[in-house]
């Protein structure tokens, strides 16, 4: 069964400084991998995906992810956190051979502080 | 893009009384949807696999009898809370794919519902 960890509950970044929420998983074929943010009282908004090819994805609002299998990791990055990028973030594990429920990681709490 | 919307996006009922939250694709069909809950700060747990024209599919756990799942169209489905106790307050999601795309595509959320017993 696949797994997902994301490192670190909450997050505290400066404005302008970079954000960067580790995630970890684990499964015996090829994932695909999203991520996923929420504000309060919310659903959810897809990030980003990777699914195969480019293992550099760009998403919205500046994100971007790097699928390293030899690491088994999905980490998201922006360069520059801004006051709105504070929300909850959550990773997630789609398994590549069904068609497949979303594990998701225990999220992270990002604070952007001025 | 693809729209999901659920209704109610927040409820208060009375303890024995049942709740049905509807999950609707706006703009595409989807024949598989998907109900979470989520408790305050924490990750979303999946109930059930909402399957057009035929039952759910619940996970491990989860009271079939309790969480009644309907997915009667291609457009809908509703998650029933019977005889809800304040243990069931918690919001609850539903996610759905467009049957047309691959799966890779991810799936569409809905806002939420946030339930509240008294």
């Known amino acids: 069964a696949q797994s997902v960890t994301q490192l670190g509950s909450h997050v505290s970044v400066s404005e302008g400084a970079l954000v960067l929420l580790r995630c970890n998983y684990s499964?015996?074929?090829?994932?695909?991998l999203f991520w996923y943010v929420q504000y309060p009282n919310q659903g959810l908004q897809l990030l980003l995906k990777?699914?195969?090819?480019?293992?550099l994805v760009k998403g919205i609002n500046g994100f971007e992810a790097e699928f390293k299998k030899s690491e088994t990791s999905f980490h998201l990055t922006k360069p520059s956190a801004h006051m709105s990028d504070a929300a909850e973030y959550f990773c997630?594990?789609?398994?590549?051979?069904?068609?497949?429920?979303?594990?998701f990681g225990a999220g992270t709490q990002v604070v952007v502080t001025p | 893009g693809a729209v999901v919307s659920q209704h109610p996006s927040w409820v208060i009922c009375k303890s024995g009384t049942s709740v049905k939250i509807e999950c609707r694709s706006l703009?595409?069909?989807?024949?598989?949807m998907f109900w979470y809950r989520q408790f305050p700060k924490q990750s979303l747990m999946l109930m059930a696999t909402?399957?057009?024209?035929?039952?759910?599919?619940?996970e491990q756990g989860v009271e079939k009898d309790k969480f009644l799942i309907n997915h009667a169209s291609l457009t809908l489905s509703t998650l029933t809370v019977t005889s809800a106790h304040p243990e069931d307050s918690s919001f609850y999601i539903c996610?759905?794919?467009?049957?047309?795309?691959?799966?890779?595509?991810?799936?569409?959320f809905g806002s939420g519902t946030r339930l509240t017993v008294v």
């Open positions: 996610s759905a794919r467009d049957s047309a795309l691959d799966r890779g595509r991810g799936y569409t």
């Open positions: 499964s015996s074929v090829p994932p695909y």
């Open positions: 990777y699914t195969t090819g480019a293992t």
């Open positions: 997630a594990v789609m398994r590549g051979d069904s068609w497949g429920k979303l594990q």
């Open positions: 703009d595409f069909q989807a024949t598989t």
């Open positions: 909402s399957n057009e024209g035929s039952k759910a599919t619940y």
